[in-house]
């Protein structure tokens, strides 16, 4: 797997420094838009899906991109662009995908508590079908079908219960986590299913986890999903798809490894031969998360009783992850970085919260007050999970490409935080 700085375009390890990203000189670019500021290069996105397309030829095969991982409009529509539906998980991000231009038809539903509205939503637009992972969610799917005269198409997730081998909380295949339904739950659905009149029960869909290294655990949840469906079949159901999830891993710091589209559609290909209807794959992390850094500009260094600190202007509301996951970002100092001592830092933002830390005594090329430095791997899960914690607005966000960049997310000013907020002057008696 390439490394998380493999489309800066500086082939050098990283104390030798950084200076562009997709042509773009990124001192520049953090004059000009400010800092912190995301930065998304569309040749590693297209690179990446052209890459999956190119494994999946000659299946009957489709690409539903996890909206959730980075819903930026621009990014969509170049996935869009190149062919790619959408893996949504609530209202608001099927508007995103239907207004970036990814027809209905390319657009799958997940997630554990659709609401009546979002599932009246998706209907009215005609996405292509739901992954239904309750027993109350299909009869909910049932009564607003019925009710606008409509036949919703739908797979059931399983819950293959296969460890992940991945962080807890993004593991989401195992009996005790809240997603899908177990293997005989779901046959028996489909073996009553002719009580959902309004709902053409015809799928198999499964989502194990995220950032998977091994493909050990997909094959295994492969392999009990195959069974399944072979199960199906032989007891009459027709299966007109099988949507395999995402969750396919990157690397975001050195020694880890993972596996490539080439290895991971061989998987697929194996555990699902002779299967004749279509196949979805559900990628997000995967596409978009090595394509995009966090640039932001040092505040100052403090060097505590125990610790040595380099305060940064991007803080954990900009890029939860180290925060919520204890998650690995590669740091770089922008800049030619030779001859510089290197210095072990922990890497901290200007948020109250001692969870607000990129990196615990990370050896940096020495920094000071007003140097660049870009977090790797920011593509995915950066933006998309970004707050307003501390009265911080909102980050901007850049698309580069071939030494051109377009500013796909004007920064927050304060008043658009807080246009939302009202003073207490009309009271009203419910």
Known sequence: MRAAFFFLEQAMPPEAGFSTFAGVELAALGEREGTPLYVYSAPAIRARVRALQAALHGLDAGICYAVKANGNGAVLRLLAGEGAGADIVSGGEL??????????ERIVFSGVGKS??????ALRAGIARFNVESGAELD????????NHAVARASVRINPDVDARTHAKISTGKAENKFGVSIAEARGWFDAKAQWTNVRLDGLHMHIGSQLLSLDPVREA?????????????????IASIDVGGGLGVRYR???QAPDAGEYVAAIREALAGFKGRILVEPGRWLVAEAGLLLSRVLLEKQG??????VLDAAMNDLLRPSLYEAWHDIVRIGDN??????????????????????SARALPRCRAGDLVAILGAGAYGA???STYNSRPLAAEVLVDDGRYALVRKRQTFDEMIAGERPATDWITA
């Open 116 to 121: 009546d509205a979002e599932i009246a939503m």
């Open 95 to 104: 508007q995103r995908a239907l207004r970036a231009g990814i027809p209905a």
């Open 222 to 238: 492969l392999r009990r999903m195959a069974a399944f469906w072979r199960d199906l079949e032989a007891a009459g159901h027709a």
């Open 384 to 386: 998309s999970m970004a």
């Open 254 to 256: 050195e020694g880890e």
């Open 305 to 310: 009783d125990a610790r040595r600190f380099l």
């Open 338 to 359: 030779a001859g510089r001592e290197r210095i072990g830092y922990d890497v901290v933002g200007p948020v109250c919260e001692t969870g607000d830390t990129f990196a």
């Open 140 to 147: 909910a799917i049932q009564r607003i079908a019925a009710r």
